[in-house]
């Protein structure tokens, strides 16, 4: 998958090199704005074959894009991505008699994206266009934090910080998952003149983690992080 993914960052950009067509406008600079929905997917040692441990969390998406039309509809469209995203879970009491502590967690993630995307933009009025694409995504996760809220009667609030890529659960001197995430995208849009609006879904196509086994439970960790997101767009300069 490496490989391929790889061939397809070359293709891509060699032929984003190649000497536009006279007919019109065909390069754009272009900035977006929108929302992201990452998905953090993990199997658990009591259900192995699936992914069934999901952390979802809703954030933003906002960067630049170089697109290129190159033959007739085809083209390519290059990213750089900054996101952020959150979530909250409810509140949960506690056992026994008493419903304190009560506890929810907090998830936070910081990253930067590259998406490099094949498209066919479909004409379908003057300056009108339905759009597909797909092709990969490479990003690099700046943080990605886990904070554990506890609650006691008088209502005083303490928590607890844990940075996914400090641990090591295993205790074998490796950590145990990674900051680098390879995704495959698919997506449609819709364009009018120099505005559009895109949406996707990517797909994790490598694992979140460094260290794929854990000695202490001998598992073997499976995991990967999807995500969706739409976004607003506006070209402001065009060659």
């Known amino acids: 998958m490496k490989r391929i993914t790889l061939f ?9 090199s190649m000497t536009a067509s006279a007919e019109g406008e065909r390069q754009h600079l272009g900035f977006e704005i929108g929302f992201t929905r990452p998905l953090l997917r993990e199997a658990t040692t009591s259900s192995a074959n699936k992914l069934s441990n999901i952390v979802s969390m809703n954030g933003m998406k906002l960067g630049f894009v170089y697109d290129a039309t190159m033959y007739k509809g085809l083209g390519a469209n290059i990213g750089v991505y900054y996101n952020v995203a959150n979530s909250y879970t409810k509140w949960e009491d506690g056992v026994g ?7 929810r967690q907090q998830y936070l993630a910081h990253s930067i ?36 809220y506890s609650k006691t009667f008088d209502q005083k609030v303490t928590r607890v910080d844990k940075n996914y890529y400090e641990l090591d659960g295993d205790g074998d001197g490796k950590k145990d998952y990674s900051q680098f995430n390879t995704k ?12 559009y609006l895109r949406g996707g879904y990517d797909f994790g196509i490598m694992s979140v983690y460094a260290d794929g086994y854990d000695n202490v439970r001998s598992f073997n960790r499976r995991g990967r992080f999807d ?6 767009g506006i070209y402001f300069f065009n060659f």
Do not use: C
């Open 184 to 195: 495959w995208g698919v997506g449609g849009g819709f364009q009018y003149q120099n505005y």
């Open 97 to 103: 008699l008493t419903k304190y502590p009560q506890t």
């Open 227 to 232: 995500g969706w997101s739409i976004r607003l």
């Open 113 to 148: 994206e590259i998406p490099l995307a094949l498209e066919y933009k479909f004409k379908i009025a003057d300056e009108t266009y339905l759009i597909i694409y797909t092709g990969p995504s490479f990003e690099y996760s700046f943080s990605l934090r886990q904070s554990s």
């Open 8 to 16: 397809f960052a070359a293709v891509l950009l060699a032929a984003m």
